[in-house]
């Protein structure tokens, strides 16, 4: 079956480090895949996707690169800021399927000043 | 423009109750999507819509859960004899199709039942 597994939190990180938020994936079919934010107090947002294989989505000075060969697409920002604090989920969707997404369980994120 | 709304944001009921969630989409968004979070989990989807009919209902997890969206816009889920269990944030989600599947979902905000 389709599911995606990412790196359990919460993490914290002062101002200014490197991010990265480990997501692998098992998909059949060719997959694309996503990376889904929730501030807190508010809804999901996307982040950025990734259609293919070695696609980089990029959006507010994070990326992912879609990783075929080691199903992953792993989230990274070089520089983290206090906004950046929120709960990071990574999702699939099979295409070709209605487009439903299948999410990880999320990892927490927080940012110190 | 506007975005995805869902009222009420949070409902209280008692074990046995009838709810109604409101789902109202994006504009001209012919696919709509129900999923539900449980606490610290990602969501889980329920059921898609395309336009007016329940296109893949597979994920409902049983049959108090039902859902309709009789115009192919507004979307209510509806669940019958509510359990502690079905405590959750209920998402919706909405989107334009394009070749090949679907765009970009747009998420509400939410609502969050509480089953005492």
């Known amino acids: 079956g389709n599911s995606v597994t990412q790196m359990e939190g919460p993490v914290t990180l002062s101002e200014e480090a490197f991010l990265t938020i480990n997501c692998t994936y098992t998909?059949?079919?060719?997959?694309?895949l996503f990376w889904y934010v929730q501030y807190p107090g508010e809804g999901l947002q996307l982040l950025l996707k990734?259609?293919?294989?070695?696609d980089k989505g990029s959006n507010k000075g994070f990326e992912a690169t879609y990783r075929k060969e080691t199903t992953s697409f792993h989230l990274e920002k070089g520089s983290v800021q206090v906004s950046d604090s929120a709960v990071y989920f990574c999702?699939?969707?099979?295409?070709?399927?209605?487009?439903?997404?299948?999410f990880g369980k999320g990892t927490k994120l927080s940012v110190k000043p | 423009g506007a975005g995805v709304s869902q009222t009420p944001s949070n409902k209280v009921t008692e074990k046995g109750k009838y709810v109604e969630l409101r789902c109202d989409p994006i504009?001209?968004?012919?696919?709509l999507y129900w999923y539900r979070q449980s606490l610290g989990q990602g969501p889980e989807f329920l059921i898609y819509?395309?336009?007016?009919?329940?296109?893949?209902d597979s994920g409902l997890p049983n049959d108090r859960f039902f859902a309709v969206r009789p115009e192919g816009s507004v979307s209510t889920l509806k669940i019958q004899r509510t359990e502690r269990g079905d405590s959750a944030v209920y998402l919706c989600?909405?989107?334009?199709?394009?070749?090949?599947?679907?765009?970009?979902?747009?998420f509400g905000p939410g609502t969050r039942l509480t089953v005492l």
């Open positions: 990734a259609t293919k294989a070695d």
């Open positions: 504009s001209g968004h012919t696919a």
């Open positions: 999702a699939l969707s099979v295409r070709g399927s209605q487009g439903n997404l299948i």
């Open positions: 998909a059949t079919g060719y997959p694309s």
């Open positions: 989600a909405s989107s334009f199709m394009i070749a090949g599947g679907t765009d970009t979902q747009y």
């Open positions: 819509f395309q336009g007016t009919g329940a296109a893949d």
